[in-house]
């Protein structure tokens, strides 16, 4: 993994992985608030530089609770997705318009 200090607040806050270590970096770990615990894992599926998906633990349990994703790689979010009861099943899947 590398670190990162995102905001230059000298916190480490970010943390990038290369997770079929061919030496692109394809996910990263970001703890927007700096509290010790994750709040989003972001992929790059293709690893293009591009997250198509934004994993985010809303209420700080260790479970995912939404979802982003930039399904034509235009680094805008096309659809949100809920786990609503956090059994790790995507329960509704919102379009964005």
Request: hydrophobic share 35%; glycine share 6%.
């Amino acid at each position: 993994a590398r670190t990162d200090d995102f905001n230059k607040n000298g916190v480490i806050d970010t943390w990038y992985v290369d997770d079929n270590k061919n030496g692109i970096i394809d996910t990263a770990f970001v703890d927007d608030n700096e509290d010790g615990l994750v709040e989003a894992i972001l992929i790059d599926e293709n690893e293009n530089n591009i997250w198509e998906i934004q994993i985010i633990d809303d209420d700080l349990d260790g479970n995912p609770d939404r979802a982003f994703l930039d399904n034509n790689e235009d680094k805008k979010v096309d659809t949100i997705a809920y786990d609503y009861d956090q059994d790790g099943t995507w329960d509704k899947f919102e379009k964005v318009s």
